[in-house]
């Protein structure tokens, strides 16, 4: 009786041993290779001070960061200011991101994982190549970020020079669209806090005001007037295209509107349009009337230099309304302001 008991039990552990090896050998096929937490952009995160520039190589486009004066900027965009909180999402990948396990290699699957090289020829398959330079423009990083898996938990990547496939952590949130990088909302003016609204165009002059932000809008003829239509517009505008005064040619645009937005603080934001049949673009300005607050001119000092000297392409929808919206359709000849 006790030699039968001796022997199952023998039998038990022989078979928990092969169904032990079989997991562990199904799991190394699965998942040939553990990395043991080595960082994915290793040289970038070692060499981070060093870095002046990245590239992100997407199907659709390449957007070029570069680093001046301790600000990042968008090549692309004649070097407008990228948007900070997109960075700091990137570079918190760049110093995070480990590799996970290796995958098995083979053309069908950098296919099937997003990790073929962008090119225009390629209509499936391509990944988005993260690249980080020094100074001189020698290379730092290379890496090609595929699909992120299922469960969104992690992303397949390849390192450039190696035939290996990885399973990486990180968010990897990277907009596809160079606009998507820059500083926006290019304006973010809560409805609530304007008070008048003056449009001129063609010499004629129209005017919206309000004694408080729970009256309505009235116009020259006290007739109450709907000004929704422009103010969501201006609570987030964004920009599709940023070009610098040297690189705008102002004589492409046969129409031209002013629109000065003024809050009950006294801060004036004038948006001057410059459009046609195809294309609307905007130049803002800040100024303050007669009586501003303190932290009017405080916000006109933090904030200036991002519309100084630069010209922001709108989308069409929102061009179409802030350059046809009218308050009155003669309200006088302007006089000035």
């Known amino acids: 009786m006790t030699d039968k008991f001796i022997k199952k039990g023998i039998i038990c552990a022989l078979l928990a041993i092969i169904f032990a090896f079989c997991g562990v050998?199904?799991?190394h096929y699965r998942f040939p290779k553990q990395q043991g937490g080595k960082f994915v952009f290793a040289q970038s995160r070692e060499n981070e001070a060093k870095i002046k520039k990245i590239t992100i190589t997407?199907?659709?486009?390449?957007?070029?960061?570069?680093?001046?004066?301790?600000?990042?900027?968008?090549?692309?965009?004649?070097?407008?200011?990228?948007?900070?909180?997109v960075v700091n999402k990137l570079f918190n990948d760049l110093r995070n991101s480990r590799f996970y396990?290796?995958?098995?290699?083979?053309?069908?699957?950098?296919?099937?994982?997003?990790?073929?090289?962008?090119?225009q020829k390629q209509k499936v398959g391509q990944g988005t190549i993260i690249e980080t330079f020094a100074e001189d423009n020698s290379p730092i990083d290379s890496?090609?970020?595929?699909?992120?898996?299922?469960?969104?938990m992690f992303h397949f990547a390849k390192?450039?020079?190696?035939?290996?496939?990885?399973?990486?952590?990180?968010?990897?949130?990277?907009?596809?669209?160079?606009?998507?990088?820059?500083?926006?909302?290019?304006?973010?003016?809560?409805?609530?806090?304007?008070?008048?609204?003056?449009?001129?165009?063609?010499?004629n002059l129209q005017v919206a005001n309000r004694a408080s932000e729970e009256y309505p809008f009235?116009?020259?003829?006290?007739?109450?007037?709907?000004?929704?239509?422009?103010?969501?517009?201006?609570?987030?505008?964004?920009?599709?295209?940023?070009?610098?005064?040297?690189?705008?040619?102002?004589?492409r645009f046969n129409k031209r509107r002013r629109i000065d937005l003024i809050t009950?603080?006294?801060?004036?934001?004038?948006?001057?349009?410059?459009?046609?049949?195809?294309?609307?673009w905007a130049k803002i300005s800040l100024s303050t009337t007669n009586l501003p607050t303190s932290a009017v001119n405080a916000y006109i000092k933090d904030n200036q230099f991002l519309y100084d000297g630069w010209f922001f392409k709108l989308t069409r929808p929102n061009g179409l309304v802030l350059s046809s919206f009218q308050i009155s359709k003669d309200d006088g000849k302007a006089s000035g302001t």
Do not use: C
């Open 25 to 27: 050998f199904y799991s």
């Open 58 to 85: 997407t199907p659709k486009q390449k957007t070029t960061l570069v680093l001046d004066n301790n600000t990042w900027l968008v090549a692309e965009d004649d070097y407008y200011y990228a948007n900070f909180e």
């Open 101 to 119: 396990h290796q995958q098995r290699y083979s053309q069908e699957k950098l296919i099937e994982n997003d990790l073929l090289l962008p090119q």
């Open 143 to 152: 890496i090609v970020i595929g699909k992120a898996t299922s469960n969104q």
């Open 159 to 203: 390192q450039m020079n190696k035939e290996e496939i990885w399973l990486i952590d990180g968010e990897y949130l990277l907009p596809q669209e160079n606009y998507s990088w820059l500083m926006q909302p290019i304006l973010q003016y809560p409805r609530s806090l304007t008070e008048t609204v003056v449009i001129e165009e063609d010499g």
């Open 218 to 251: 009235f116009n020259k003829e006290q007739k109450i007037i709907n000004m929704e239509p422009i103010l969501e517009r201006l609570e987030y505008l964004i920009t599709t295209k940023v070009a610098s005064a040297q690189n705008f040619d102002e004589s």
């Open 264 to 280: 009950f603080s006294g801060l004036i934001t004038s948006i001057e349009l410059y459009y046609n049949d195809e294309e609307y």
